[in-house]
């Protein structure tokens, strides 16, 4: 066989081996963990760096699962949603970091969607404090965010529950992220519940 065509079927080979590596490696990422939709409701995927809040440090994807009612300010639906950051490595989590990357991301999320320059002033203010750990998490937050809806540019409130999850056999995190104007003791909290404790890895 001429020499040239030996290595040219040689690096056709090493390509191909390559190829297959990087989709496998790819599906298996993607495949590491589940998090069904529940019916009816709406999901978006994003990955890091978002878009609109490019300044929170991870690599890995966002997922959002929104409640049917999420749209219907008549709803007692009305802006509650899950929020899943599935991201690479360990991150120091505590208090403080939940406050600014919360504040980054609905500032950012507000600004996008209204064409304002993102580093145009603050109009979100937050308040995390670390609570009980529940069954499975390796911390638990909750706290407030108040900011401007994107919709109606008017203030809104939501409460938040955060659970953090590491999972060391693939050096990746889960931040689960509950969102609801509604207050802890409204009903639409046990179906962000829901939606919560159907992750799995």
């Given at each position: 066989m001429p020499k040239g065509i030996y290595f040219h079927k040689m690096k056709k080979a090493v390509l191909v081996a390559f190829l297959f590596f990087v989709i496998q490696t790819a599906f298996s990422q993607d495949a590491s963990y589940k998090f069904p939709l529940p019916a009816k409701w709406g999901e978006?995927?994003?990955?890091?760096?978002?878009?609109?809040?490019?300044?929170?440090?991870?690599?890995?994807?966002?997922?959002?699962?929104?409640?049917?009612?999420w749209a219907n300010i008549n709803s007692d639906e009305y802006w509650s949603y899950v929020f899943l950051w599935y991201v690479e490595g360990t991150p120091n989590i505590n208090n403080s970091v939940l406050q600014s990357q919360l504040v980054k991301y609905y500032n950012g999320l507000f600004k996008n969607n209204n064409k304002i320059e993102v580093g145009h002033g603050n109009i979100t203010q937050c308040k995390i404090q670390r609570v009980k750990t529940e069954a499975n998490d390796k911390e638990t937050y909750e706290g407030k965010i108040n900011t401007l809806n994107f919709q109606t540019r008017n203030p809104i409130h939501f409460y938040t529950r955060i659970h953090i999850r590491n999972y060391n056999v693939t050096s990746h995190s889960a931040l689960l992220f509950e969102i609801?104007?509604?207050?802890?003791?409204h009903k639409v909290w046990n179906k962000l519940n829901r939606v919560t404790n159907s992750f799995q890895f």
């Open positions: 978006e995927k994003i990955s890091f760096p978002i878009q609109f809040a490019i300044r929170i440090p991870y690599t890995g994807v966002e997922e959002i699962h929104f409640a049917p009612g609801s104007p509604k207050s802890y003791d």
